[in-house]
């Protein structure tokens, strides 16, 4: 009889978790499951107290969910990911594992994890099992002709869809064991991470509430999304990513929710469900990461980058991370951040703009605080996203596009909602005016506490134009 072991990382379901399923597939094999913690890795790489707590609370969730399939979850706190293969290889060895099962990693150092885990494992004569199940494709199978990676969205793009519509829904739900191996019971502790608790109203635990909350989009909100969804204060996107960011939720379950409710229902297209080209981003860049797991080192993409003279003020670093820049609309974003660990796209993209394109800061500044602070941060998401607002990463946005960000205020806050909401000190200041802080007479000033704009938008405009324009032609 077999003893096979599934090793969890970031793929914290029960349901469409294909390491779970080919573990449980033989009835008569006895199922453990693991969990290794390694909050000081998580320091290095910038992971945000909230994404941890967020992890924390889903695998005490999903202890309780394996229970009922007689899975028991065993836990361990290690340091770093190299240190915890060291409790790998001891704990197959004294469970007398022969099959070990888990899901793909990307990122440089996870990758780097699973190639001596695997080889290690290898010499104690145990297999392993690996299965790419946190994309909707398996990476490798959306290239060109040549083989390589497409730097294009646009041609990812109709790949992506051709296979996409090939897709036939599986559940992928994992048979229950005949009976509980009963070990010795312990309580998994909050791991040597900073606490900062989590607002569970917006960002539920387990996976049976995502569910929930991705079916409730689908039946309220979708609808509207493809005109509301740049809009801050109407709370019109999924609010998914934190969960797709730990594997609580599966991209394919997303799509399989998109044909069940959406398509049949309003007849639109993949091709025309903004929301799922939005997914489809989300697989652009994880494929990438993928065909380049340097990505995960802040590396160069385009070569002309180097001769961008980054200004790196710190002074406006910090005005920016704390909302404090004179910007309404940025401070508001950047409180959002700080307030909820959770920014609305269109903020981020306006943000990190006004940080590399108006500030003449590093974008990898800029990713590193997002990182810091996001609940749903994600290397690739976050990287490739950077990298395509400084246009410097592939398939970006070219270098003279920069957001206003007054006039991107005026469009999506028109009544100033948004900013109302975070930057309090603004709440009397009417919508008409409330976008740009040059029209705020000296009565105004004077009995707000709000700081003056650090920078004029179209001086530094000019000036970050002469820098790309120049370190391009080098
Ligand atoms: P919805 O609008 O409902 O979209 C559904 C899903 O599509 C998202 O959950 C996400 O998985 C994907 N998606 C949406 N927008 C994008 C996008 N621009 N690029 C790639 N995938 C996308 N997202 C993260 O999950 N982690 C990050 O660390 C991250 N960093 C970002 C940094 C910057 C500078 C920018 C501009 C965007 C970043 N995003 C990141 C993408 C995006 O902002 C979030 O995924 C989105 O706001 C999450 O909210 P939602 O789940 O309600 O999205």
């Known amino acids: 009889m077999n003893t ?7 793929d914290l379901r029960i349901r469409n978790n294909l390491a779970l399923y080919y573990a449980c597939k033989d009835s008569k094999s006895t199922v453990l499951a693991l969990f290794i913690s390694v909050p000081e ?10 994404k941890t707590y967020l992890i924390y609370k889903n695998v005490v969730y999903l202890k309780k969910e394996l229970m009922k399939l007689n899975i028991f979850l065993h836990y361990y706190e290690s340091t770093t990911f190299i240190k915890s293969i060291n409790y790998l290889v001891k704990f197959c060895k004294k469970n007398k594992v022969n099959k070990l099962y888990f899901n793909y990693e990307y990122e440089y150092l996870e990758k780097k994890r699973d190639i001596i885990a695997i080889q290690r494992i290898k010499n104690n004569f145990i297999s392993s099992y690996g299965f790419h199940n946190s994309t909707l494709i398996q990476p490798g199978l959306i290239t060109n002709q040549h083989g390589k990676m497409y730097k294009k969205y ?5 790949k992506c869809i051709i296979l996409l519509k090939n897709f036939s829904h599986t559940n992928f739900m994992p048979k229950k064991r005949n009976t509980l191996v009963k070990q010795s019971d312990f309580q998994i502790s909050f791991f040597n991470f900073p606490i900062k608790k989590i607002y569970e109203q917006l960002f539920p635990i387990g996976e049976v509430k995502i569910l929930r909350q991705l079916k409730l989009f689908f039946k309220k909100k979708i609808y509207d999304y493809d005109v509301n969804h740049n ?3 109407l709370d019109n996107t999924s609010m998914i990513s934190a969960h797709l960011s730990i594997g609580v939720l599966s991209p394919l379950q997303c799509f399989s929710f998109f044909l069940k409710y959406h398509s049949n229902a309003s007849k639109c297209s993949i091709e025309k469900c903004h929301w799922i080209n939005e997914l489809i981003w989300r697989e652009f860049f994880k494929h990438l990461l993928y065909f380049y797991p340097n990505l995960s080192k802040q590396s160069i993409f385009c070569n002309w980058e180097q001769n961008i003279k980054w200004k790196n003020n710190l002074k406006y670093l910090n005005a920016w991370k704390h909302g404090k820049t004179g910007f309404p609309i940025i401070d508001a974003g950047m409180r959002q951040l700080k307030k909820l660990g959770w920014m609305h796209n269109r903020l981020r993209m306006i943000t990190s703009s006004f940080l590399v394109k108006n500030l003449l800061i ?3 500044k800029g990713e590193k605080y997002f990182m810091s602070q996001l609940i749903d941060g994600d290397l690739a998401l976050n990287n490739g996203n950077w990298k395509w607002i400084a246009s410097i990463g592939s398939n970006s946005m070219p270098y003279f ?8 205020s005026k469009k999506f806050d028109k009544m100033g909602i948004f900013i109302k909401k975070y930057v309090t000190e603004l709440k009397n200041i009417p919508s008409n005016i409330i976008h740009n802080p ?8 004077e ?3 709000y700081p003056n704009p650090i920078i004029n938008l179209i001086d530094s405009k000019k000036t970050v134009l002469k820098i790309f324009k120049h370190a391009k032609k080098f």
């Open 4 to 10: 096979n072991l599934v090793w969890f990382r970031n």
């Open 41 to 50: 890795q998580w320091k290095k790489n910038f992971i945000s107290p909230r």
């Open 154 to 158: 646009n041609c990812f793009k109709k």
């Open 231 to 233: 809009y801050f204060a």
């Open 362 to 364: 590093d974008w990898r």
């Open 401 to 408: 596009r920069i957001f206003n960000p007054i006039l991107q």
């Open 438 to 445: 040059d029209l705020w007479n000296k009565h105004i000033r």
């Open 447 to 449: 009995i707000i506490d």
